[in-house]
């Protein structure tokens, strides 16, 4: 359980990190990477090859204003911060903020830190006050949600309101380290309400018409969900 990476073996992950992520990881991820190497849940950083994908889909849509649900110590927030504009804006949220602090020595040094909004809050309440607001329907780029999975299928019915039409919405953890295609009697009693969770939300997004999907075999699993209508 040392790797969030699926595929067939180990060397074969390294060499994908050490031959093309990691060359090209800006500084500051890669520290804030090693500061959370030691945090009790490290395992739920967003892993660095899917980091890569993630930074070329905000490029892809020209993200400028994204929301993101769960930070943890915010390897994947400031790899948007580092890709969006100097006047992008990031909308966090977070039940946590003593993970968050980990890595937010590291995102002012970097110079992003005036591009991020941190809530700390759940989730919910928070897209909820966002859609009171006419005006955030659909001024949304980009989302990214790697949070609490049973609550990702009420968050796609927000994030669908307010992430415009063409933009994205990543799902992490989509995959559920492989657990999705497991008979349930072997898998571990740890990952079950993961993986119920998230089996429901792979059914539900396979069949909305109002996304079309790709759903990646990078780290854990991402499911790339751009807005049709």
Request: glycine fraction near 6%.
């Amino acid at each position: 359980m040392g790797t969030k990476g699926l595929l067939q073996s180990e060397e074969l992950y390294q060499y994908i990190l050490e031959t093309s992520v990691y060359p090209r990881e800006p500084e500051p991820l890669k520290e804030l990477r090693d500061a959370t190497a030691s945090h009790p849940e490290a395992i739920m950083v967003t892993s660095p090859d899917a980091g890569q994908l993630i930074a070329m889909l905000l490029k892809l849509v020209k993200a400028k204003k994204t929301i993101e649900i769960g930070v943890f110590t915010g390897y994947s927030l400031l790899l948007t911060a580092l890709s969006i504009p100097d006047d992008g804006k990031i909308t966090a949220i977070d039940v946590n903020r003593e993970s968050y602090e980990v890595g937010l020595p590291i995102i002012r040094k970097a110079g992003v830190e005036h591009k991020i909004d941190f809530i700390e809050s759940e989730a919910l309440p928070v897209l909820d006050k966002l859609l009171e607001d006419n005006e955030n329907e659909g001024s949304f780029d980009f989302a990214f949600v790697d949070a609490n999975k049973d609550g990702y299928m009420n968050y796609h019915e927000r994030l669908i309101k307010l992430v415009k039409i063409g933009g994205i919405i990543a799902y992490d953890n989509t995959l559920w380290i492989g657990s999705v295609a497991m008979p349930e009697e072997v898998v571990p009693e740890i990952f079950k309400p993961g993986r119920e969770s998230t089996i429901k939300l792979n059914k539900m997004l396979a069949v909305d018409s109002r996304v079309m999907i790709s759903h990646a075999s990078i780290g854990d699993g991402v499911t790339i969900c751009m807005r049709l209508h």
